[in-house]
């Protein structure tokens, strides 16, 4: 299988940047300025925490 040239094909992409859209998030590298391959994330896949607890008095 080819890659995509739409995905990063650094040796290294140590150097990488997470955007943030309406959808998730992704990784690009800043090198060659392109997506690094399997880094999106939907917000759904994020787990979900009750960081704030409301009292009622």
């Known amino acids: 299988m080819i890659d995509s040239p739409d ?3 650094c040796n290294n ?9 309406d959808q998730g998030s992704l ?3 800043d090198n060659c300025h392109k997506l690094v391959k399997d880094s999106f994330k939907s917000f759904e ?4 925490k009750n960081y704030v607890k409301s009292k009622r008095r």
């Open 7 to 9: 995905y990063c094909t």
């Open 13 to 21: 992409n140590k150097n990488i940047h997470t955007e943030f859209n």
């Open 27 to 29: 990784s690009i590298c």
């Open 45 to 48: 896949s994020y787990p979900v």
